[in-house]
């Protein structure tokens, strides 16, 4: 099973508003990420978790606040997002050893609009 | 100059074509590498994945690495329509590179019946 999965598939919310985004895995992988992605942009790496430690930030607004409550699912908070916030919200996993460390499976994505 | 360069296309092609899909790199460290298919409003589909250079064939999917150039291809033999997609290249230096993928622009794939 190499499934990915992510709730919810859209989600419109206002700039005020704090909602999250979840994502689960049960490959039994040990690194999980968040991607943004833009229409006919490629995914663009926001955070990394390895054994539920976040290890790579990438200079991502504190708006978005990434969690890893355990090594299967990793959520992403949202508040006070601005419209331009309004993209494909991604989620990989992958294992972090072995040859097919790199080969990252991703989640169907949670579509996100910013009124 | 990008580290990974991949024609946006769009390229269309007839049904039952061969279809080259290429992506040039600049880093020489980079070793591993990644096929993904997305299709529209959906997230990437990992295709194909080759370390260091070689061929990999997967059914009607071939993934072709030549580290001397620089440069991998993916052939599709006997497109379908289902095949229409974007097709993302993605490349990394070594296994667990912190988990950051180098991805090309993706190239956008009609295959017309």
């Known amino acids: 099973d190499t499934e990915v999965t992510q709730t919810p598939k859209h989600l419109v919310m206002g700039m005020t508003n704090k909602k999250s985004l979840k994502c689960e895995q049960h490959?039994?992988?040990?690194?999980m990420y968040w991607y943004k992605q833009k229409a006919k942009k490629p995914p663009e790496l926001m955070f990394v978790?390895?054994?539920?430690?976040?290890?790579i930030n990438e200079s991502v607004p504190s708006r978005f606040s990434p969690e890893c409550p355990n090594s299967s699912l990793l959520n992403l908070h949202l508040h006070a997002l601005q419209p331009e916030d309004s993209a494909l919200y991604l989620c990989?996993?992958?294992?972090?050893?072995?040859?097919?460390?790199?080969?990252?499976?991703f989640g169907p994505g949670t579509r996100l609009t910013v009124l | 100059q990008k580290e990974v360069e991949q024609d946006p296309g769009p390229l269309s092609v007839p049904e039952g074509a061969i279809v080259s899909l290429n992506c040039t790199y600049s880093?020489?460290?980079?070793?591993?590498f990644m096929w993904y298919r997305q299709y529209s409003r959906k997230g990437p589909e990992l295709l194909m994945y080759?370390?260091?250079?070689g061929n990999k064939e997967d059914g009607r999917f071939t993934a072709q690495v030549d580290k001397s150039s620089k440069y991998i291809s993916l052939f599709i033999r006997d497109s379908q329509p289902s095949d229409s997609a974007t097709y993302l290249c993605?490349?990394?230096?070594?296994?667990?590179?912190?988990?950051?993928?180098?991805f090309g622009q993706g190239t956008t794939l009609q295959v017309k019946p």
């Open positions: 880093n020489s460290a980079f070793q591993y």
């Open positions: 080759t370390y260091s250079s």
């Open positions: 978790y390895s054994y539920e430690k976040l290890s």
């Open positions: 990989a996993s992958s294992q972090d050893t072995g040859e097919e460390a790199d080969t990252q499976y």
């Open positions: 993605a490349m990394s230096p070594f296994s667990w590179n912190t988990g950051k993928l180098i």
């Open positions: 490959m039994g992988h040990r690194a």
